[in-house]
């Protein structure tokens, strides 16, 4: 119940950012184009983070450093590869779905090397909330096309 209360609260913080943006004449986000305009996420990967071929897998031969480093590169990459359709509401969960899966890949880091009780407390909601938000997207992803289409 507090997860749910929690993940209203999140929400509403970010409707109530979203309509003050909006209120000071705020433009809606462009996705780049060009090569040259990459995102923090790209440039990340860029700059060495190089992700695996498959999934994000946690290696506890590695350190926490390097298991979020590449949390990030496979998000980034999915994120990347998320068809664009011009469908606002399909473009939206198809880039959410691996933003929230890197999300819970990084929060599994926390879980696995973290000390602070709070972030991993955190961490578990992390795991928990964003699950069941790319259950939904996938959900509404499925009711407006075929099944192969909806990224896993």
Do not use: W
């Amino acid at each position: 119940m507090k997860a749910r209360f929690i993940a209203q609260a999140r929400l509403l913080l970010l409707l109530g950012i979203a309509s003050i943006a909006a209120g000071c004449g705020a433009q809606p986000v462009q996705r780049p184009t060009a090569p040259a305009a990459l995102s923090p996420h790209a440039a990340g990967m860029a700059m060495g983070a190089k992700p695996p071929a498959g999934p994000f897998i946690i290696d506890t031969a590695k350190s926490s450093g390097q298991l979020l480093s590449e949390a990030m590169a496979v998000m980034s990459r999915d994120m990347l590869q998320a068809p664009m359709t011009g469908n606002p509401d399909r473009d939206f969960a198809s880039m959410m779905i691996p933003h929230h899966q890197g999300a819970i890949d990084m929060a599994k880091v926390e879980v696995l090397y973290g000390k602070d009780p709070v972030l991993r407390r955190l961490a578990q909601e992390i795991i928990v909330t964003q699950d069941s938000e790319i259950a939904v997207m996938r959900m509404q992803l499925q009711k407006r096309s075929s099944p192969s289409s909806v990224p896993q």
